[in-house]
C-alpha cells in the first residue's frame, strides 16, 4: 500500500515537474499580471468597473499585437513591422469607416482583417523564397506599411461607428464601465488560436518548423507553408490591433512612433512571455499577459505620482532585471544539468 | 543520374551559357562588384534627373549624409559578426551628442572626450547585459534604448535645457569641408574609422576571434576563447562608434535635439545587410558596409531630387532595401 502511494506519488510528482517547466513561465507572468493589478486596485482611490474597463480596452492593442508576435516568434521568424501593420490598419480603417453604419463598418472590419491577412501572407512568402533573414524584409516592410499609412491618411482624421466601438470598448462613446466586451474581443480570438496552435496538425507544425525546420522539414512537414501561415496570422491579429485603436480614439493616426513603440513592446511581450525568440517554445496565452503586465505599468506608475519619462526608465530596467535573471538560472540549470 | 546529366551539360555546354556561369562565378565570388555596379547606376540615375549631382558639390552632400551612416553602421556590421545587433544606437549617438552639448563651454576637446566615453560606457553595459548574462541583444538593446530615451527627455528639460548648441570645431568636423567646400571633414573621420575598422578585423586578434565567435560560439568556446570578454569589447566599440556618429550629427545639424539620430538607425542595419554582412554571424566586412551605406545615401539624395513626399520615399526606401538584400542573397547562393 505504502509503496503503491510513493509510487503514484512519484508519477505525479514527475507529472507535476514536467507541467512547471512546460507552463511555470506562463503561470508565473499570470501571477505577476494579477500581482500588478492588485496593486494598482490598492493604489487608486476607487476601484471598480470604471478602471477595470479602461484597463481592458486600453491593453487591447499591446495584447493583440503580443499575440500577432508570439505567433511568428513560435514559427522560428519575427516580424519587426506588427507595429506598422497595426498602424496601417488603424488608418485605412478609420478612413473608410467615417460616417457610416454598424454595418457597413463591420464589412470594412472583416475587410481589413482579411486585406493584412493576405499582406503579411505574401511578406512570409517573400521570407521563404528569398531565403533573407525574417528580421531584414521585416524591417524593410516596416518602413513600407509605415510609409503606406501616411500615403492613406497624411494627418490624422477619420472616424468610426458607435456600435464598432462597442465591440472593442464596450461602450458606443469608446468610455463607460462595461469591461464585458473588451474582454471577449480579445478572450475569443485567442482562446481559438491557442486550441488551434496546441491541438490541430496544422497548428503543431508551427512550433515544429520554429523549434528544427531541418529536422520539420525531413520528416515531411512543410516548413514554408508553415511560416507563411504564421505570417498570415500574425498579420490577422496586427490588423485586430489596429482596429482596436480605431474604436478605441475614433481616429486613425499614421504617426511613426507609434509603429516603432507598438513592435519594441511586443517584442518585450513575447520575450517576457516566455516565448524563445530562437522558435519553437512558448505559448500565446503567456504573451498576452506579458503584454497587459507591460501595458499595466504605465498606468501604476502614474497613479504613484512618477514622471512618465522615469516609467520608460523603470519599464526597460525591468526589461533588462527579468531577462539577467532568467539567463542566470538557464546558465546555472545548464551547469546542474 | 542527375549528376551524371549535369556533368555532361557542363561539358557541351554553349559558350553563351559557359559566359554566363563564368559571370555568375565572378559576382559570386566577389559580390562587392555587383555593389559598385548598383552605386554606378543609382549615381548615374540621380544624375539623369539633376544633372547638378554630377559635380563634386552634389557628390560632397551625398558624402556628408554617408559619414555618420558610414561610421553607426560600423559598430552595427562589428555586432553582426558576433550574431548581434545593436537597436540603442541612435539612442546612444543622441546622448553622446547632449553630453557634447552641455560640456563645449569647455572646449570642443573636452566636449568629444566625454561624449565619447558616455558612449562607449553604455555599449558597455549593453556588452555586461549580452556577454555576461546572456539576454537576447534585441531585448537588451531595446530596453537600453528605452532607458536611455527616459532619461534624456527627463534632462532635456531640466539641467541639459542649454545643452542644444556644440562647440565650433565640432561643428566644422560634422558639417564643414576642405579643397574648396569639395570634400567635408567629416569623411576623413570616416576614412579613419574605415583603416581602423577594416586593418582591425582582418588581422588583429580582437578582430578574428568577433568572426570566430559568430561564426560557431561553441567551437569559440572550446578553443579558449573568453567570448563574454570579445562581446564586451564589440559592444563597446560599437557605443564609442555610436558616440562619434552622434558627434558628427550634431556639428552637421548644428543643433541637439532628441530626434537626431533617429533616422539613422534602420539605415545602419540596412547599410550592414546590404553590405552582404550575415545577421547570423560570421560573415562579413566592412567593405561592403562603406558601399551599403554610399548606396542608401545616393538613394536618399535622389528621393529628395524626385521631390519625393516623406510617405513615398518610405515605401521607396524599404522596397529597395529589400530588393537590394534579395538580389545580394541571389548573386552570392551556391547551388
Known sequence: MGAVGQVVAGRLGGEWRRLVRRHGWTVGVWGLLVLLLLWYAALIPRFGPFAIASIAKNSLPTAYLAVSQAVVVIAGGIDLAVGSMMVLANCVSALLMEGQSFGTTVLIAVGVVAGATLLNALVGWVIVTSRIPDIIVTLATLFVFGGAALMVLPSPGGGTSGGLRFVFTGSTSGVGSNYWPSLVALAVPLAVLAAWLGRTRTGLSLYAAGSDPNAAYLSGLNTRRAKVLAYAIGGAFAALAGLAVTAITATGDPKFANAANGTLNSVAAVVLGGVALTGGVGSVIGAVAAGVVLFILKPILTAMAIDPNTAQVIQGLLIIGVMMVAGLLELRRRRAG | ?335
Not at chain 2, 553595459?125 to 527627455?153: C, D, E, H, K, W
Open chain 2, 1 to 335: 543520374m542527375s549528376t551524371d546529366l549535369n556533368r555532361r551539360t557542363e561539358e557541351v555546354a554553349p559558350p553563351a551559357v559557359a559566359r554566363e556561369r563564368a559571370w555568375g562565378r565572378l559576382f559570386s565570388d566577389h559580390p562587392l562588384l555587383v555593389l559598385g555596379g548598383v552605386l554606378v547606376v543609382l549615381v548615374l540615375v540621380t544624375g539623369a534627373i539633376e544633372p547638378d549631382y554630377l559635380s563634386l558639390r552634389g557628390l560632397r552632400n551625398t558624402l556628408l549624409l554617408a559619414a555618420p551612416l558610414g561610421i553607426l553602421a560600423a559598430g552595427q556590421t562589428i555586432l553582426m559578426l558576433t550574431r548581434g545587433i545593436d537597436l540603442s544606437i541612435a539612442m546612444v549617438a543622441t546622448a553622446s551628442a547632449y553630453v557634447a552639448g552641455n560640456q563645449s563651454p569647455n572646449g570642443a576637446g573636452v566636449a568629444i572626450a566625454l561624449a565619447l566615453v558616455v558612449g562607449s560606457a553604455a555599449g558597455a553595459l549593453n556588452g555586461v547585459g549580452v556577454g555576461v548574462f546572456r539576454v537576447n541583444p534585441l531585448i537588451m538593446t531595446l530596453a537600453m534604448a528605452g532607458i536611455l530615451l527616459g532619461l534624456f527627455t527627463q534632462w532635456a528639460q531640466t539641467f541639459l535645457q542649454g545643452s542644444t548648441s556644440v562647440a565650433p570645431f565640432i561643428r566644422t568636423l560634422g558639417g564643414g569641408s576642405f579643397f574648396g567646400n569639395r570634400v567635408p571633414w567629416n569623411v576623413l573621420v570616416w576614412a579613419g574609422v574605415a583603416v581602423v575598422v577594416i586593418w582591425g578585423l582582418r588581422r588583429t586578434g580582437l578582430g578574428r576571434m568577433l568572426y570566430a565567435v559568430g561564426d560557431n560560439p561553441e567551437a569559440a568556446r572550446l578553443a579558449g576563447v573568453r567570448s563574454w570578454q570579445v562581446l564586451l569589447a564589440a559592444y563597446t566599440l560599437a557605443g564609442f562608434f555610436a558616440a562619434l556618429g552622434g558627434l558628427l550629427l550634431a556639428g552637421q545639424s548644428g543643433a541637439v535635439d532628441l530626434q537626431l539620430a533617429q533616422n539613422f538607425l534602420l539605415p545602419s542595419v540596412a547599410a550592414s545587410v546590404i553590405g552582404g554582412t550575415s545577421i547570423f554571424g560570421g560573415v562579413g566586412t566592412y567593405s561592403g558596409t562603406i558601399l551599403g551605406a554610399l548606396i542608401l545615401s545616393v538613394l536618399n539624395s535622389m528621393l529628395t531630387f524626385l521631390n519625393a513626399g516623406q510617405a513615398v520615399k518610405q515605401v521607396v526606401y524599404g522596397t529597395i532595401v529589400l530588393a537590394l538584400a534579395w538580389l545580394y542573397a541571389a548573386v552570392t547562393r551556391r547551388e
